[in-house]
């Protein structure tokens, strides 16, 4: 069971910028796809899930922001990031699960984004 991520970096206040999580393996576990985040100093806190089916659920912090969205054929999850602020700033971990409840089953290697003028 792999994740791995991809589309992390610098950008300004503002700016948009768009995260993948590949997954591989055994793959039936994956029914929700997904995104933690840990900024410096604080916990990790969910920024987005989505089921097989289409079914999404937001962070507090990132709703109306964000958008995840997922390609099965491709068993490829996404996370356009826009309107990004400083408070963003975080390294973002692909996560994905069995049910939307344990979503945070298997575990990606992080990707950093900063945002910062």
């Known amino acids: 069971v792999q994740l791995q991520a991809f589309g992390g970096g610098l950008v300004q206040p503002g700016g948009s910028l768009r995260l993948s999580c590949v997954a591989s393996g055994y793959i039936s576990n994956f029914f929700v796809m997904g995104w933690y985040r840990q900024a410096p100093g604080q916990q990790r806190e969910l920024v987005a899930g989505?089921?097989?089916?289409?079914?999404?659920k937001y962070g507090d912090a990132v709703k109306g922001r964000f958008t995840i969205s997922r390609d099965n054929s491709k068993n490829t999850a996404y996370l356009q990031m826009n309107s990004l602020k400083s408070d963003d700033t975080a390294v973002y971990y692909c996560?994905?699960?069995?049910?939307?409840?344990?979503?945070?089953?298997?575990w990606g290697q992080g990707t950093q984004v900063t945002v910062s003028s």
């Open positions: 989505i089921t097989r089916i289409g079914q999404a």
């Open positions: 996560v994905a699960g069995r049910a939307m409840a344990a979503m945070t089953e298997y």
